[in-house]
């Protein structure tokens, strides 16, 4: 006898499907307890329409969420690195500025779960070895100097990994931009 796996391999969207099939069959008046293919078959037939509805609804949910965030952060870097190219003369107040925005453009791309896509991982590291930011980071991040060092492996590890994929030399890192 065959059940149906609430399994956490599975996505939400997913085991929310398995678990609406399971309750409308097991809930109906002529619901047998046992397992039939057939009736599988038959159930998933009748519900494709509204199944499908329900993929492409978290889907586009998904993606918008995502895209929003993805220009969120491409919008925040662009910012800073156009408010730091029209200073003429960096003063200690700008430079500090510019070291805690840094600092918390690391911390939104970590909390949008971004800091590890290849177009950011470069950008992270590469502040990251400003002293400045890294203080900046860890005075004003909860979980200050253990969140960091969590996100500086996650996120060298996702650099050096892509590096080798487009066949870099892991031995040349990002070098620091102010």
């Known amino acids: 006898m065959a059940q149906l796996s609430l399994s956490a391999r599975c996505t939400p969207a997913y085991s929310f499907t398995q678990l609406l099939l399971f309750l409308k069959e097991v809930l109906l008046p002529q619901a047998t307890w046992h397992f039939s293919l057939k009736e599988l078959f038959k159930i998933v037939g009748e519900t494709l329409q509204w199944l499908g509805t329900i993929f492409a609804a978290s889907y586009a949910a998904l993606y918008t969420r995502f895209?929003?965030?993805?220009?969120?952060?491409?919008?925040?870097?662009?910012?800073?690195?156009?408010?730091?190219?029209?200073?003429?003369?960096?003063?200690?107040?700008?430079?500090?500025?510019?070291?805690?925005?840094?600092?918390?453009?690391?911390?939104?791309?970590?909390?949008?779960?971004?800091?590890t896509k290849p177009g950011y991982a470069g950008i992270i590291l590469s502040w990251l070895k400003i002293p400045e930011v890294r203080m900046a980071y860890i005075d004003n991040t909860p979980g200050g100097i253990v969140r960091l060092k969590r996100l500086e492996k996650l996120v060298k590890d996702a650099f050096e990994q892509e590096h080798k994929k487009q066949g870099g030399d892991v031995e040349s890192p990002p070098q620091a931009s102010s």
């Open 67 to 115: 895209s929003s965030q993805w220009i969120y952060l491409a919008d925040m870097y662009n910012k800073i690195m156009a408010a730091q190219a029209s200073q003429s003369v960096m003063t200690d107040d700008s430079k500090r500025t510019f070291e805690v925005w840094k600092s918390a453009f690391i911390e939104d791309a970590e909390e949008v779960h971004l800091a």
